[in-house]
C-alpha cells in the first residue's frame, strides 16, 4: 500500500478517506438543501453522519490516529454540522423554533471554542475529547431521528445541553493545554496526569 506523509505522519489511510468524503459530500448536501429536495438531503445527510461515526473509531481501533486525520475530521464535522443545522432551519425550524433559546446558547459556545482555539493555536482543533465525542454521538442520533421520525423534545434537550456542556470543557482544555494533539481525553484527564507528575 502507498503512503504520503504529511509532517511525518502517513496519511494515507481509510479513516481520511472518509472524512474526505464527507468533505466532498458537504457541496452535494448543501445543494439539496437549498432546491428544498428534503429526501435525498436526509439520505446524504445521514450517509455522512454515519461515515463520521466510522472514521473516528477505525482511527482508534487500528491505530491510526495523526494530527492531520484530526484537523481533517474536525473539518468535515463542521461541515456535516453546518448542513444538519441547515436542514433545521429550512425543513424543520417549526418545531424547533419554540425551544431556539437553547440551540442558540450552544452556537454561541461553539463558536467561542474555534475563535479561541485560531487566537490560541491559529488552526482548527484537532481535539477528540471524549465528551465531545458522546456529543458527536447523540446529536448524529438526534439528527436522524428529527429528519426520519420526528422531533422529540427530551432528545433535542439532551443532544444541545450535552452539546454546550462538551464545548465548555473543549473551552477549558484549549486554555489549559499547550499542544491540542490527538488523544487528550478531557479535562479530568489533563488535570490528572498535572497531578501524577
Known sequence: MKHIHFRGENILNVPNAISLYRLAAFPLI?????????????VFLCASLVSDILDGNIARFFKLQTRFGAALDNLADLF??????????????NEISPHAWVLYVFLGI?????????????????????????AGYIQGIFFFVLFVWGFYPWMYYLAVGWGILAYLEKILVLLYTDDIRPGIKGMYWLLQKKHSR
Open 30 to 42: 448543501m445543494y439539496l438543501a437549498l432546491t428544498g429536495r428534503e429526501f435525498w438531503f436526509v
Open 110 to 134: 461553539f463558536i467561542l471554542s474555534y475563535i479561541i482555539a485560531f487566537y490560541r493555536f491559529g488552526k482548527i482543533p484537532g481535539l477528540h475529547l471524549y465528551g465531545a465525542v458522546t
Open 80 to 93: 456535516t454540522y453546518a448542513m444538519a443545522l441547515l436542514g433545521i432551519f429550512l425543513f424543520k425550524w
